[in-house]
Each structure stands twice: as structure tokens, then as C-alpha cells.
């Protein structure tokens, strides 16, 4: 059987290259308004080398948010010196805020496009796992920290810490930019409303 000539090690994957100008189109239009051609001539690519790495558009709707949800997650984890439930929160958020700052295209497609995508039920349903997936692992941080919480408690607190993400992504990323009402920076709103999910009380 002939062999197929091994990829040079200095030559790097196009599928990376692929993802980042799919993001580009996905976090600008909607999904369903983008033609996996569409994404080939963004990417610079033939059609036949965008279906090499992924059999679908879906797929690589699929393929980016799991890299999102993952980032997410990363944000809620404990890290080395936090025990405190409401420095946890805090840190947590200040994370994904400045996460939002930095890479503007990824919390616009996962927060801003895909829940209003036109796309079909298959994404918004993948959409929901992952964000399901993104309460479990939140509520997994909260009840190592403080097991003296109810599970279902920590359920909701996780929730109401993602909707938060979720909403000041909204109100940031589509020209909304003015600091909510009585805040003096968005870190500051945050903070606090952070608090007050997860019981505690506002600290200057």
C-alpha cells in the first residue's frame, strides 16, 4: 500500500487557521446566513480543503463552541489560594469580563449569535448542553467551597453566574455600552451582583 507523505512538522495546521475565520463570520452574521463556501473564501481555502476538516457547517459551529464552553469553564475552576466562596465569584467574573474584553469574537458568537441563531434546532440544542454542562461544573466549584449549600441552591447560583456572564455580553458586545444605572464600571456591577447571587454582602 502506498504512503501517504507524513505533514512536515513546520507546517502548521490549517484547521486553526479555518476555525478563526469561521468565528469571524459566525460572530458577525448569522450562522445560518453563512455558506460553508462563504467560509472557504474567508479562509482562503477550496471548498474540498474546508470538507476535508470538517464534514459540516454544523460541525464546526460544534467544534467552536466547545472550545468557548471549555474557556468558560476554566474561568470557574479553583484555583491555588481560594476559599472563599465570594473571592471565588468575584475572580470568576472579573475573568470573564476581561475574557469578553480581550476576545470580543467568541463571547459574541456564543452569546450573542447562537442564542438567536436561525441555524435550526440541532445548534441550539448542542447551545443548551453546553451551557447546561457550564451550570454543572460552575455548581461544582460553589459546593467544593461550601458544602454547607444545598445542591439545588448551588444549581441556581451557578445559573444566575452564567445569565450574568451572559447578559453584560449582550449589553457589551451589541453597542449597548453605557455602565448599568449607580455603577461607576462594568467590574463593579458585576462584582456586586455577583455577590448578592451567591449570599453575600457588597464589599467596597
Do not use: C
Not at 61 to 73: C, F, H, N, R, S
Amino acid at each position: 500500500m502506498k504512503q501517504q507523505p507524513a505533514r512536515s512538522a513546520h507546517r502548521p495546521s490549517r484547521r486553526s487557521s479555518l476555525l478563526a475565520a469561521a468565528l469571524e463570520l459566525f460572530a458577525t452574521d448569522d450562522p445560518s446566513d453563512v455558506s460553508m463556501a462563504v467560509v472557504a473564501t474567508h479562509a482562503k481555502m477550496t471548498p474540498s480543503a474546508v470538507y476535508y476538516h470538517f464534514s459540516s457547517k454544523t460541525k464546526i459551529i460544534e467544534t467552536l463552541m466547545a472550545g468557548v464552553t471549555d474557556k468558560l469553564a476554566s474561568f470557574f475552576e479553583l484555583t491555588s489560594g481560594i476559599t472563599d466562596l465570594h473571592g471565588w465569584g468575584v475572580q470568576s467574573m472579573r475573568h470573564a469580563l476581561e475574557w469578553m474584553r480581550t476576545d470580543p469574537l467568541e463571547a459574541k458568537f456564543y452569546f450573542v449569535r447562537l442564542a438567536t441563531t436561525r441555524d435550526g434546532a440541532e445548534t441550539l440544542v448542542q447551545f443548551r448542553r453546553d451551557s447546561e454542562k457550564l451550570v454543572e461544573s460552575i455548581s461544582d466549584s460553589i459546593l467544593l467551597l461550601d458544602n454547607s449549600i444545598d445542591p439545588l441552591e448551588a444549581a441556581i447560583m451557578a445559573r444566575g453566574l452564567l445569565t450574568l456572564v451572559s447578559e453584560t455580553a449582550r449589553t457589551t458586545l451589541t453597542g449597548r455600552d453605557a455602565v448599568p444605572r449607580n455603577f461607576r464600571t462594568y467590574h463593579e456591577a458585576a462584582s456586586i451582583i455577583t455577590l448578592r447571587i451567591l449570599g453575600g454582602n457588597p464589599r467596597e
